[in-house]
Every structure is written in structure tokens, then in C-alpha cells.
């Protein structure tokens, strides 16, 4: 994972961008192994693709993951873009997609995390079920909001 990070690290430091089509770029990159059109590409289309991942996570390190699995998903899957100009929608779609995935595996565990523990009642809340005492942390078969069992 390191090896990827300073790849793109590398391509994006060269700051000149030829002026090139989408589709001559994928070309160059897929057809004749060009990293100088893959760096181009990163710099036209990867302050959109970050943004939108930004967007949806509104985190920074989970964005900068999508981010990275963004442009790998172009690279493992790229040549099957049929029309080069339509790259940048392909990126969003695709940026947008893995966010929102990353983003449902986040939260099971923060639902569960926040299921673990109970919140502390304001007032002393009585179990009506089967165990018929006040309700405290200790009593795990109480639910406080309801002042049922589980």
C-alpha cells in the first residue's frame, strides 16, 4: 500500500499538464503505458474525485482512501470506458459509489457501539418486566427509554 501512496504521490508532483483530451490521455495510459498520462489525468479530475469523497464521509483520511481506490478502480478497470469523454462522470459515479460503501461500513459499528452502553437515566426508571427492580447500569435486561426487558 505504500508503493501505491508514493506512486501517486510522484505523478502528481510533475506540474505539467499537457493539453491533452480524456480520451487521449486514457489512450496513452492503457494502450502505450504512459504514467505521464495517468499523472494528467490525476490532476485534471482528482480535486473532484477528493471532494466528492470529502463530501460524502466528511472525513479526511476515509476520503483520501476512496480517493486512492478511486483512481485503482480506474486502473484495474479503466479500458472499459467506451467513451473517453465521458471519463470524468465514470470518476465521479465510481468515487461516488465507494464512499457511500465505505460510509455503510462505518456505521454498523458505530450503532453497535452506541447499543453497548446504555445511557444514564435522569430519573429512576422501574423495570415492568419479569425482573421488577430499578433499572440501573448493572441491569443489563432493562431498557431505559421503555423501562422494558430486552
Given at each position: 500500500?505504500?508503493?501505491?501512496?508514493?506512486?501517486?504521490?510522484?505523478?502528481?508532483?510533475?506540474?505539467a499538464?499537457?493539453?491533452?483530451?480524456d480520451a487521449?490521455?486514457l489512450?496513452?495510459?492503457?494502450?502505450?503505458?504512459?504514467?505521464?498520462a495517468?499523472?494528467?489525468?490525476?490532476?485534471?479530475?482528482?480535486?473532484?474525485?477528493?471532494?466528492?469523497?470529502?463530501?460524502?464521509l466528511?472525513h479526511r483520511?476515509?476520503?483520501?482512501?476512496?480517493?486512492?481506490a478511486t483512481f485503482?478502480?480506474?486502473?484495474?478497470?479503466?479500458q472499459?470506458?467506451?467513451?473517453?469523454?465521458?471519463?470524468?462522470?465514470?470518476?465521479?459515479r465510481?468515487?461516488?459509489?465507494?464512499?457511500?460503501t465505505?460510509?455503510g461500513?462505518?456505521?454498523p459499528?458505530r450503532?453497535?457501539?452506541c447499543?453497548?452502553?446504555?445511557?444514564?437515566?435522569?430519573?429512576?426508571?422501574?423495570?415492568?418486566?419479569s425482573c421488577a427492580?430499578?433499572?440501573?447500569?448493572?441491569?443489563?435486561?432493562?431498557?431505559?427509554?421503555?423501562?422494558?426487558?430486552?
Amino acid at each position: 500500500m505504500q508503493n501505491v501512496i508514493q506512486l501517486f504521490r510522484r505523478l502528481t508532483q510533475t506540474s505539467a499538464v499537457e493539453p491533452s483530451t480524456d480520451a487521449e490521455l486514457l489512450d496513452r495510459f492503457f494502450r502505450r503505458g504512459e504514467e505521464s498520462a495517468f499523472a494528467a489525468i490525476i490532476q485534471r479530475h482528482g480535486a473532484m474525485v477528493y471532494g466528492v469523497c470529502l463530501r460524502v464521509l466528511n472525513h479526511r483520511q476515509n476520503a483520501e482512501d476512496a480517493f486512492q481506490a478511486t483512481f485503482l478502480s480506474l486502473v484495474r478497470k479503466g479500458q472499459a470506458i467506451r467513451r473517453g469523454d465521458a471519463l470524468s462522470v465514470w470518476l465521479y459515479r465510481v468515487a461516488f459509489r465507494l464512499a457511500l460503501t465505505q460510509r455503510g461500513r462505518a456505521a454498523p459499528t458505530r450503532s453497535r457501539r452506541c447499543r453497548t452502553t446504555p445511557p444514564t437515566p435522569t430519573r429512576r426508571t422501574w423495570c415492568t418486566a419479569s425482573c421488577a427492580r430499578p433499572w440501573t447500569r448493572k441491569c443489563s435486561g432493562c431498557r431505559p427509554s421503555t423501562g422494558r426487558c430486552w
